[in-house]
């Protein structure tokens, strides 16, 4: 990576230090809970014949998220194109701060399949509404069985519930009145001095990727695949808390799924390090009994194998785009400052 990419790099981290400084607050925390010996001996002693099933089950999560996003994208790219953009953007996010994977992801695809960027980046707005709508039932189904009628999660939950409910709904209001959304866009663009930069056919690229909130069966599909790869991540799981609490419920592995899916939204370090492992240890030893320390072992062994994952088939990505993390980088936040109105540097926007 030049010089100017690795200032750059270094710049945004130095912008994002709260979720550094919130990263680092919780791995102190679950650190100086957990006895390290015990967490020596659970990790060296866990159950890792589960491990090839977990890997399975977990390649097989990402197929089916690949195939889910190719739908919202009406087949426009291919499934081997979505699989790899989509792990091109969480190698991003194990790297670069802001969770720009998301965005580093929707130029990879945009380019590699030939779409419009803002088509794709509204149909990756889509499946983050999907996710986090599916995050919550998965907290809301398994909160029954694990804590019972909470005086504050329950009301809490549902409340996040329905106002996913409405972001979707809203989304799909505009899909289907596109002309007087596109009124309402232009109106806004001209008391708004950053839209200004957002050409007409880029407006019309982005709602045309919310289309596919107005075609049932294509919905249908979306959501079923998104379900499905859900479905598996909470298998993967209980194979891997088996692996360290043999007598652990699978209810367990869905309510710390849905914990870890909503901590994640906090500002943390890149790849979300010491959120997770904070999430864990502060859910699973209150609420299961579980030794702080045999719960650090399974939140950095379950958060090891998705960091590796990703990063590995992404650099594979990469590779087979013929594109470096660099370039990726640069153009990121060359959109980013676009739309900002901020300068970028020399060499920044620009391929090596």
């Not at 659970?42 to 014949?49: Q, S, T, V, W």
């Not at 504050?152 to 289907?176: D, T």
């Not at 990726?328 to 926007?349: F, I, L, N, P, Q």
Request: one cysteine or more.
């Amino acid at each position: 990576m030049s010089r100017p990419y690795s200032s750059s790099i270094l710049r945004d981290l130095r912008r994002s230090w709260p979720g550094l400084l919130i990263s680092l607050v919780c791995l102190v925390a679950v650190f100086s809970i957990a006895d390290f010996g015990k967490l020596r001996n659970a990790l060296a002693f866990a159950d890792y014949g589960y491990l090839p099933l977990a890997l399975a089950v977990f390649l097989a999560a990402f197929v089916t998220r690949a195939f889910a996003w190719r739908t919202l994208l009406k087949e426009q790219a291919t499934p081997v194109q979505t699989f790899f953009a989509l792990n091109e953007g969480y190698l991003l996010n194990n790297l670069l701060p802001f969770r720009l994977g998301e965005i580093g992801r929707g130029f990879l695809l945009s380019r590699t399949a030939n779409i419009g960027f803002l088509q794709v980046m509204s149909s990756i707005l889509i499946e983050r509404v999907f996710d986090l709508s599916l995050v919550v039932g998965i907290l809301l189904m398994s909160m029954t069985f694990v804590v019972g009628a909470s005086d504050w999660a329950r009301p809490a939950a549902v409340s996040l519930a329905v106002v996913l409910a409405g972001a979707l709904v809203f989304l799909h209001l505009l899909a289907r009145n596109r002309k007087r959304s596109m009124d309402w866009f232009e109106w806004l663009r001209g008391r708004i001095p950053p839209l200004r930069r957002i050409g007409e056919d880029q407006v019309e690229a982005f709602f045309e990727g919310l289309s596919a909130l107005t075609d049932l069966r294509r919905f249908s599909v979306v959501v079923i695949l998104l379900a499905v790869t859900w479905a598996l991540v909470v298998w993967h799981y209980y194979l891997i808390l088996l692996a360290f609490v043999p007598e652990a419920g699978f209810s367990w592995a869905a309510f710390g799924l849905g914990v870890v899916g909503l901590g994640v939204a906090v500002p943390a370090a890149p790849g979300s390090v010491g959120v997770v492992q904070g999430v864990i240890v502060g859910v699973f030893p209150p609420l299961f009994g579980v030794d702080p320390a045999i719960a650090l072992a399974y939140s950095i062994t379950v958060h090891a194998i998705y960091l590796v994952i990703t990063s590995t088939i992404g650099l594979i990505g990469l590779v087979r785009d013929g594109r470096s993390l660099g370039a990726v980088y640069a153009d990121v936040r060359a959109w980013v400052g676009a739309v900002s109105g901020k300068e970028t540097t020399a060499g920044e926007g620009v391929d090596p």
